[in-house]
């Protein structure tokens, strides 16, 4: 029955592998244990210690008499928050990494794009007329920190946003003013006995999420291409086929490059390479999971075997040597399930420690040193490996869409602009856009909705970029590449031939998510699509959402006006005022607004009538589906193969097909 619990044959053949071992997985313990009801809708108050309190019947009140309704709003803050303080502390790494790197105390890490470094000293005000890029560097990074703890007025980057939206956050008194602050402050008003209005907390979170998408993360994304490099497109493959039978295999798993890019620089080493030999292996494998696996799958085209839910089973393979940890999504699991095999578990941060792994420290000042101890580590575990069972798959993409590189693939150097992007949606060549992100969750089908939606979005002319899991995901099953092109709607597949883009583009981890807040405020400063974020054919989906940094970003995705649709259940479902507050009550307030829907099939639904709704708000032509798909790649082929054939090639005769419609 593993089919009922993936749709990914490598982790079906894993979960039974599993079985016969007697090894219980997160699919096995979300069977096992049912989710508590209560906790599940956003029904129990515990943030004091007269709780944990339960209000399930009409009319409960806590202790200290909080409703249904504040009780339900503070859960939700209280996510938003945890997400917003987990993606905002990894831009605070990656800006203090940038800080030691201009003060030369991280001697390994260099400026790998200087342009970008000089676009974000002008959006940060930091001058650079003469001066050397270290020194620009350290005003960098030091303009980026003080975000973190800025007290007053507003976050530099939401001069980024079209100016409508930066009116709408002021007018709703959601513009953040810093990120820490932001953070702290729902905190504060989430404690007994403090903001006891559902509408003034979740307002509140709002402005914390776009502390989140505008600041933390925006920074993070920023710095990240400044010191590893803005991705531009590359071919790589994905899932477990991709362990090796006869390397070491090293596996990174977590989020924060600083650590992933040296690993990979360490494994590259020739004087690795030869230890690994000496060992009796053939050379070094280094593959990733998760988000962490995006980032040098972006940028270097390692292979990544999994997401979130592969986590466990990747182990269970039995031929990785070492998989190395730093921060966000880590199973806890991974410790008992290592000791079962041969695998080391290797933890590197200080923010995240697992009992029973053994735990470098990892010290930028000493970066590459300690990743080649790290990965002599695995090396030295190669002698130790007994039998494997790694499956065959093995699907190929193109990842490495950054919102530079989706600007210039549209106009060249010469004239690159979102101009040829905007005139697509204008013509109803491209129904609209739409970004598809997030987790995988045990309590729904692995990698299900993700496929579902995505395939969908496309067949109807959505341009969909995706991030996190959700691009694993779709990698897997071929979406990313450009072969995809024959599911997209006539009008999609016009434009990938001609610009030769797959039709779901992959624009980094779950951090990158503001890559899609650039992406849809360059379209909306464009002309022709409105004057806002809000006004764009647009949504945002996180089909298989589990963590709170999923929370976050939906919540800043909806703050930056994007109906945005969360699959699995609704954490606020307790309080109907609420769920309609967070939809028709932020949508009136804030122009964009947050929906929970478990079947994928009336999520597409919903999100094709709001994209037609904004179309016919704009005054554009109603989508149809029939007008395009009579140029591209086709009529060349047939030429091709007419010729091939040696058969007359007759234009007028081409014509008349034209006119007929397209005949694939
Ligand atoms: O940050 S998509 S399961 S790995 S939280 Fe985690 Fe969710 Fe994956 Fe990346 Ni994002």
């Keep these: 029955m593993t089919e009922n619990k993936t749709i990914d044959p490598a982790v079906a053949s894993l979960l039974e592998l599993s079985k016969t071992k007697g090894i ?12 508590c009801p209560i906790g599940a809708k956003g029904a129990c108050c515990k943030n004091c210690a007269m709780g944990p309190c339960r209000l399930v019947k009409e009319g409960d009140r806590g202790i200290c008499g909080a409703t249904k309704e504040t009780v339900a709003a503070r859960n939700f803050a209280r996510m938003v928050a945890a997400g917003a303080a987990a993606h905002s502390d990894h831009g605070r790494d990656m800006a203090l990494t940038l800080l030691a790197a201009a003060e030369g105390e991280a001697p390994d890490y260099k400026i790998r794009d200087v342009n970008k470094l000089l676009e974000v000293a002008e959006l940060l005000e930091v001058p650079t007329k003469g001066r050397e890029t270290m020194e620009i560097a350290r005003d960098v990074a030091e303009a980026a920190l003080d975000q973190f703890g800025q007290q007053k007025g507003e976050i530099i980057y939401l001069k980024r946003a079209p100016k409508k939206r930066q009116e709408v956050w002021r007018r709703a008194g959601v513009a953040p003013r810093g990120i820490d602050r932001e953070v702290v402050e729902i905190m504060h008003r989430t404690h007994v006995g403090n ?23 925006m920074l993070s994304t920023d710095i990240t ?19 090796s039978e006869d390397e070491v295999n090293i596996v990174v798993h977590g989020h924060e490059p600083v650590l992933s890019e040296m690993i990979l620089a360490a494994v590259n080493d020739p004087e690795m390479i030869e230890y690994a030999k000496s060992k009796g292996a053939k050379g070094i494998n280094l593959t990733g999971i998760c988000c962490t696996a995006n980032e040098t799958l972006m940028r270097q085209g390692v292979p990544t075997i999994g997401n979130f839910l592969s986590q466990e089973l990747a182990m269970v393979t039995g031929a990785i040597e070492l998989m190395i940890v730093d921060i966000q999504c880590i199973m806890q699991a991974l410790a008992p399930l290592a000791d079962k095999f041969h695998t080391k578990l290797i933890t590197t941060s200080p923010h995240a420690y697992i009992e029973g792994a053994e735990h470098v420290d990892f010290d930028e000042s000493r970066a590459l ?9 695995g090396i030295d575990n190669f002698p ?24 210039y693939a549209l106009g ?33 089908r692995h990698d299900y909705s993700h496929e579902y939606i995505t395939r969908k979005l496309i ?9 996190g899991c959700g691009a694993i995901a779709a990698a897997k099953y071929g979406l990313l590449s450009p072969e995809a092109a024959k599911y997209a709607g006539p009008g999609l597949r016009e434009i990938c031939e001609t610009v030769g883009i797959p039709p779901v583009l992959h624009v980094g981890s779950c951090v990158d998510n503001a890559r899609i807040l650039t ?27 589990m963590s709170e940094k999923a929370i976050s970003i939906a919540t800043y995705f909806v703050g930056s006006g994007l109906y945005t649709i969360m699959g699995s259940k609704s954490p606020v479902a307790n309080s109907p005022t609420v769920e309609r507050f967070i939809s028709e009550g932020w949508e009136e307030r804030i122009g964009g607004k947050l929906e929970f829907i478990a079947d994928p099939e009336e999520a597409v639904r919903k999100a094709l009538e709001h994209i037609d709704k904004k179309r016919a708000a704009l005054g554009l032509a109603e989508y149809d589906p029939t007008r395009f798909g009579q140029s591209g790649d086709w009529l060349m082929r047939q030429f091709i193969e007419a010729m091939e054939a040696g058969k007359p090639v007759n234009v007028y005769s081409a014509k008349s097909v034209l006119c007929e419609g397209n005949p694939r």
């Design 24 to 35: 219980s997985t997160a699919f096995d313990r979300a069977e096992a244990m049912k989710p």
């Design 369 to 377: 040193e300690i990743a080649k101890e790290i990965v002599k580590m």
């Design 519 to 545: 992406i849809l405020s360059q379209m909306a400063t464009e002309g022709g699509l409105g004057e806002d974020i809000a006004d764009l054919p647009a949504v945002g989906f996180a089909p298989e959402w």
């Design 459 to 467: 067949e109807n002319d959505v341009l969909v970029v995706m991030t």
């Design 195 to 217: 903001d006891q209005w559902y509408e003034s907390i979740l307002m509140s979170a709002l402005r914390t999420a776009l502390s989140d998408g505008w600041g933390g993360s």
């Design 412 to 444: 060249g150097f010469y004239r690159g602009s979102f101009r040829p992007l905007n005139d697509a949606v204008i013509q109803g060549r491209l129904r609209g856009v739409a970004g598809v992100v997030g987790c995988n969750n045990a309590r729904t």
């Design 384 to 407: 130790n490996r007994k039998e494997t069972h790694i499956p065959k798959e093995i699907n190929h993409l193109v990842a490495g869409f950054s919102h530079e590189y989706i600007n």
């Design 225 to 243: 291409d400044i010191l590893f490099g803005s991705p531009v497109p590359l071919t790589a493959k994905v899932n477990m086929g991709m362990l």
